[in-house]
């Protein structure tokens, strides 16, 4: 029987090693979870190095060092070079601000294959102002130079919304300055601290159907030269994305404590719980946990999706979003057409867009607890 459902689960292929929740950024849509774990309860170097030995055992091919900021470890180039060592493909994502030539060359001498850089503006005094963090860009910059300089493959990282989506022209010329191969255009995913300032996040439907177009154009006439990823704004898309590649089907992550979660925002979903690597091995979490296995293949499903010809491409879209608005993860995502809820969450958006701008509620530790109440619970659906 054991054998028989791990034959029909594929091993995953990527883990995301969230070391720690500790940033100097203070990005308002950040997507680790509202109650931040402490730097006192962070896994030891020791025990990461068993993850990155079990998840290598496990089938993991790729590990993407995150936080938070990972660079605030002291330890992230002795678990780059440990992760080397296992053959491991490694990525750092890093906000870039704790970075300097010596430490950047430890960490190509240990065996970096990649770095993700964040940005949030190409106009640095915008930026700083998204990011909370006086003079993060113009670090930033230095920092690009540095990576091209030292040959490692560059992609930049920008979160747009409406604060910033205007400006995307400029952002995908500044990252063809800056010598990246990849661009990721992400628009903001509106759960745990995104939800909370949703209103001075959401960019308007004109606003999100130009830079559908611009980014369009911009792949045309890049090619050969950057590659764009662009993450549609869910709210005014026809169809959900197949968020995570669909739940528990290719990616695990270990937050700083050592709870293993099928998506970096999983912990939103409150009626889940998730063990942890101190109690359990990786490869038993991965294939039996009651958290991995709940949103699995397509069993599951409720209608619309049960009987809809996209449940295997979307999988029904996100989880976290499905629980962030309706408070019930076991619903097709509001942001897909076919939703009982998807009327409400367009007017939500419509009105979100339409009003002022609130300031923003920053990610800091102790800035907010508890969870935001799931707003579309009581609609129809
Ligand atoms: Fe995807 Fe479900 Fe919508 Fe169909 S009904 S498109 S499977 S989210
Ligand atoms: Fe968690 Fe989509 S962000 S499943």
Not at 21 to 35: A, D, F, G, K, V
Not at 61 to 74: D, I, K, M, N, V
Not at 258 to 280: M, N, Q, Y
């Amino acid at each position: 029987m054991v054998e028989q459902q791990r034959a029909s689960i594929p091993p995953p292929v990527s883990l995301l090693a969230e070391l720690t929740h500790r940033c100097p950024l203070q990005c308002p849509y950040c997507s680790n979870p509202l109650e931040l774990e402490r730097g006192g309860r962070e896994l030891d170097t020791a025990t990461w190095r068993r993850v990155l030995d079990e998840a290598t055992a496990l089938g993991v091919l790729q590990t993407h060092f995150s936080g938070g900021e990972p660079t605030a470890r002291r330890d992230l180039v002795d678990l780059v070079r440990h992760a080397a060592g296992l053959g491991q493909y490694s990525n750092l994502i890093t906000s870039g601000v704790l970075l300097d030539q010596a430490k950047l060359d430890a960490l190509v001498e240990a065996g970096l294959d990649h770095l993700q850089l964040s940005i949030q503006d190409s106009r640095a005094g915008n930026a700083d102002r998204i990011g909370g963090h006086r003079n993060g860009h113009a670090k930033k910059m230095a920092l690009a130079a540095l990576v091209r300089a030292a040959g490692l493959p560059l992609t930049i990282n920008a979160v747009v919304h409406r604060q910033n989506l205007d400006h995307l022209p400029e952002i995908i010329d500044l990252a063809v300055e800056l010598g990246a191969q990849r661009l990721e255009v992400a628009h903001v995913q509106y759960h745990g601290w995104a939800l909370l300032n949703r209103a001075a996040l959401m960019p308007t439907r004109e606003q999100a159907e130009a830079a559908i177009e611009l980014v369009r154009a911009a792949r045309e006439r890049l090619k050969g030269v950057l590659a764009i990823d662009y993450v549609v704004p869910d709210y005014y898309a026809r169809y959900p994305k197949p968020c995570m590649g669909g739940w528990g089907r290719q990616n695990l992550n270990v937050t700083p404590s050592g709870k293993v979660l099928p998506c970096h925002a999983a912990e939103t979903i409150t009626s889940l719980s998730f063990d942890s690597v101190t109690e359990r091995p990786l490869a038993e979490i991965w294939y039996h946990s009651a958290a991995f296995n709940a949103f699995r293949g397509t069993d599951w499903m409720p209608e619309p999706c049960r009987s809809c010809e996209r449940r295997t491409v979307d999988f029904g879209g996100c989880r976290c979003q499905a629980f962030a608005l309706a408070g019930r993860a076991e619903v097709t995502d509001p942001a897909c057409s076919l939703s009982p809820l998807h009327g409400v969450l367009v007017e939500t958006a419509r009105a979100a867009a339409a009003g002022p701008s609130p300031a923003f509620v920053y990610r800091r530790f102790g800035a907010t607890t508890g969870t935001a109440t799931p707003e579309l619970a009581d609609a129809p659906s």
